[in-house]
């Protein structure tokens, strides 16, 4: 019986091909790239062997090459502020499902709030030749990113406008959430209602400071300097702050802590106090709605802003001619626990 010598196996740290996947199953590369590509022309028999030869070798077909050919990658970039947050988990989901959708793979990455660092992620992924972009911004000058969306790289922002362009850009109703909130105070009979809010040159920071301005002035109520505080998120500025405004001769007697993390250190400070005071926070956290009392919130539907934003990214990917758009989605108040705000005299 002659002996049938084997092709020999591909080395060990190179790929297999398409080539290597015909020699094994002895039949031509057109065959082999019918049988990956899913098309008619090949009998039972052999497709059974290309296909007994791509699992021996362990063969994966190109897409990379294959979308390149039609001009484009099917990756999208997103950058966020930072993956740990958990208002960013369900964005980062809902932009992934649609980009899945759309046989796309999703790339992401954290600034940390740091506009060198974002500008070297979205110049990174451009390099990578990724066909659209999903920022929501550090920094406050995108102009590093006009030649990118001139070459065909659609970008749309997220939570914050683009700083210095004419940009897509998808937002929540920071002013208007904030405002309802402090109302909300406001109808439970409070007057001195403090703000402890993120870094004054954030779009979502100043956005709900002067949502809580201007319920305030609504209400023909003053806004002592003291009740305001912009800055650090940290845990130890954030109850540094609040220990204060819950201090003095006239403290305030309820607080609108302006993100989830800041609502968070409050609560723990609150926790140690004896003295009932009332607690409004922008953003829902976890838990929230199991703490006696339930903290109310200002909600805002993150996956959303991560939905919207994609579809809007993927219209200009499919060649949509639309001018950039601002679009803002409304937040929801979430009134939680009969105890949240107590009677107050003044």
């Not at 092709?7 to 790929?15: L, Q, S, V």
């Not at 939570?159 to 362009?165: E, L």
């Not at 850009?169 to 904030?178: K, P």
Request: with cysteine.
């Amino acid at each position: 019986m002659p002996h049938t010598r084997r092709p020999p196996e591909p080395r060990y740290g190179n790929r297999p091909t398409m080539k290597d996947v015909a020699a094994r199953a002895g039949v031509g590369l057109k065959t082999v790239s019918r049988v990956v590509n899913g098309e008619p022309g090949v009998t039972p028999d052999t497709e059974k062997r290309v296909q007994d030869a791509i699992d021996a070798l362990g063969f994966r077909r190109n897409d990379s090459a294959r979308v390149l050919r039609k001009g484009r990658t099917a990756t999208v970039g997103l950058i966020l502020e930072d993956l740990a947050d958990p208002f960013y988990g369900p964005l980062n989901r809902a932009v992934e499902e649609v980009a899945r959708t759309h046989g796309a793979l999703l790339i992401n990455g954290s600034s940390a709030e740091d506009p060198d660092r974002e500008r070297e992620l979205a110049l990174a992924l451009c390099a990578r030749r990724v066909d659209g972009l999903i920022v929501i911004p550090a920094g406050d000058d995108h102009r590093y990113l006009e030649p990118e969306i001139r070459a065909g790289v659609a970008t749309v922002f997220v939570d914050r406008p683009a700083g210095r362009i004419d940009a897509d850009v998808v937002l929540s109703d920071n002013f208007g959430g904030a405002a309802d909130g402090v109302a909300h105070l406001i109808a439970g009979g409070h007057r001195r209602i403090g703000f402890i809010g993120d870094h004054p040159h954030i779009h979502t920071a100043t956005e709900r400071l002067r949502g809580y301005r201007a319920a305030m002035e609504s209400a023909g109520l003053p806004v002592h300097p003291s009740w305001v505080s912009l800055g650090s998120t940290a845990p130890d500025r954030v109850a540094a702050t609040a220990r204060a405004m819950l201090s003095g001769p006239e403290p305030v007697t309820a607080v609108f802590a302006g993100n989830n993390r800041v609502t968070v250190t409050v609560v723990r400070v609150l926790a140690a106090r004896p003295r009932s005071v009332a607690l409004v926070g922008f953003d829902d956290f976890e838990l929230a709605d199991l703490l006696r009392p339930g903290v109310t919130v200002v909600a805002q539907d993150a996956a959303a802003l991560g939905r919207v934003a994609t579809d809007r990214l993927f219209q200009r990917l499919a060649g949509a001619g639309l001018p950039p758009a601002r679009i803002e989605l409304p937040t929801r108040l979430v009134p939680r626990g009969s105890g949240e705000i107590p009677p107050v005299g003044g």
